[in-house]
């Protein structure tokens, strides 16, 4: 019995190194984002945009930023980590999102939201919650933006924060043609 419960924790770890170095149970906790930042329609160079992500299955935090360039424009990679029982254990993804925008001694709310799927561009789809004792209307999946594509974001900092799908912020998506 010791045997098998010894052999069992060294396959777990075995099969930990193995994810680790050769990323399986990879998982994406925020798809890349890009955009423009602007004030009356005009770009905003210098502005600092902070993320913050709280990935809750590993109870980690992760934090960067990044600065707008002359055009205003700015860009996050993938935050990606990953995770090996979680791969095979069932649970519901859940992790925090947050961009802000500090721009002229004021912090606004870019995107904040909670994903709930490890996929690339999983921020995109959200359950509809309206009408759900309706049986054709709501409680069905929906899409705030083509999954397929990049996420691309146009925030204008005198917008009012507004919900699109599960994403609040001042930021609207982008629809490439």
């Known amino acids: 019995m010791r045997a098998r419960f010894l052999a069992g924790?060294?396959?777990?770890?075995a099969l930990a190194w193995l994810s680790e170095a050769h990323g399986m149970g990879k998982?994406?906790?925020f798809s890349p984002v890009s955009g423009i930042v602007l004030s009356h329609g005009k770009p905003v160079a210098g502005a600092v945009l902070k993320r913050h992500v709280f990935w809750r299955w590993g109870n980690k935090g992760y934090d960067d930023e990044t600065t707008t360039d002359a055009a205003g424009r700015f860009a996050f990679p993938e935050r990606s980590a990953t995770m090996l029982l979680g791969s095979v254990l069932p649970h519901e993804p859940y992790i925090d999102q947050r961009i802000t925008i500090e721009h002229g001694g004021t912090t606004y709310v870019a995107w904040q939201s909670a994903k709930r799927g490890y996929a690339l561009n999983d921020e995109l789809i959200y359950m509809d919650m309206t009408d759900l004792d309706?049986?054709?209307g709501g409680g069905s999946m929906k899409t705030v933006g083509d999954p397929t594509k990049p996420i691309t974001v146009t925030c204008s900092l005198e917008s009012p924060r507004k919900r699109i799908g599960n994403i609040s912020g001042v930021c609207s998506f982008v629809t490439a043609p």
């Open 9 to 13: 924790i060294a396959t777990m770890l």
């Open 27 to 29: 998982v994406v906790l």
């Open 134 to 136: 309706n049986p054709s």
